[in-house]
């Protein structure tokens, strides 16, 4: 999808042959003013070594905790915002940018990701909201820049907060990859909730094998996903392999979306360090895709990996 890329702003990421799959696709919202380019290489994660220790002693309300948790307001619990916006020219573009900015500047973030499709920006004023205003305080202030808004409003659902707490670093899970009862596995490294960096393996089963196969294989693909597939069950926790040691993390790519040129990145969370690259430099680092997946999204790619190397029947 082409889009122009002004000064200060990021590029999105754009991950070819996906389409619709990523629809499920987000960043964090507002970008940062560019770093330095830097040189390639692997760069060692934060300390990845300890478990998520949360715990929560019934009864508790799960609102109240939701909020502490996520630093949003009372009003925001009672309906969230799917915000899709049009751009139809460079002003309303410029007028996007800017408002994203602002918002970043203020402590207000939230998912967002574009439309592959179409061009247009979706935002999603849910439970990833943070900072001072509610959905619709968001949503007229867009307004009134005159930006092009379809809102689409939904009841707002406040996590079982006790039940959430279900992934941790080294957590294996199994995932469904096709309709035939084919099932890849993948390993949690990082979690950031909402988000977690997953190793996915080149293994595939119909039964799930034990855990400790998968010290001794070979992964495949590295990706940052949502954590809704653990959450809600599709993807099904079989046991935890301990991380003992330090994380060596892939260099992430994504396409420029204004030159289409490959970019190389640190960080595809916070695209604050890139420079260009080329196909075979990526091939070469072995640079992994730089999108935040759905878990949807996520099972796509990689059953198409799996499907590249010949473990997974087209």
């Known amino acids: 999808m082409p889009a122009q890329q002004r000064a200060g702003t990021f590029p999105f990421p754009a991950l070819e042959n996906l389409g619709p799959l990523l629809f499920g696709l987000r960043c964090r919202s507002p970008r940062s003013p560019p770093m330095p380019a830097v040189p390639g290489g692997h760069l060692t ?22 909020i502490a ?13 799917h915000v899709n916006i049009r751009i139809g020219s460079s002003d309303e573009r410029k007028k996007l940018d800017l408002l994203e900015v602002e918002f970043h500047d203020e402590g207000i973030e939230f998912d967002t990701g ?3 499709v179409d061009g247009s920006r979706d935002w999603e004023l849910d439970r990833t909201l943070e900072g001072p205003l509610s959905p619709g305080q968001i949503i007229a ?6 930006l092009k808004l379809e809102v689409t409003w939904k009841k707002a659902v406040i996590p079982n907060v006790a039940a959430e707490v279900k992934s941790m670093i080294g957590d ?34 119909k039964d799930d094998p034990p855990v400790e196969t998968f010290a001794r ?39 420029d979306p204004l030159t289409e040129k490959p970019l190389l990145f640190t960080d595809p969370i916070h695209q604050r360090e890139y420079r260009e690259t ?27 990996e799996l499907k590249k190397v010949g473990l997974l029947p087209s």
């Open 278 to 304: 080329t196909t075979e430099e990526i091939k070469r680092l072995g640079a992994q895709p730089g999108g935040v997946y759905g878990h949807a999204a996520a099972q796509a790619v990689l059953a198409a």
């Open 45 to 66: 994660s934060p300390d990845t070594s300890g478990r998520h220790s949360d715990s929560v002693a019934a009864p508790i309300d799960n609102a109240k905790l939701y």
């Open 217 to 255: 294989t070979e992964w495949i693909l590295r990706i940052y996903t949502g954590d809704m597939g653990i959450m809600t069950g599709a993807w099904r926790v079989i046991g935890n392999l301990p991380i003992n040691h330090g994380l060596s993390m892939p260099l992430f790519w994504l396409k």
């Open 141 to 146: 202030r867009a307004r009134r820049t005159g």
């Open 69 to 81: 948790a996520t630093s949003i307001s009372p009003a925001m619990l009672k309906k969230w915002a």
């Open 172 to 205: 294996v899970v199994s995932l469904p990859l096709d309709g035939k009862g084919n099932r890849g596995y993948g390993r949690v490294l990082i979690e950031r909730r909402p988000l977690i960096f997953v190793e996915f393996y080149k293994f595939i089963a």
């Open 114 to 116: 574009w439309n592959l």
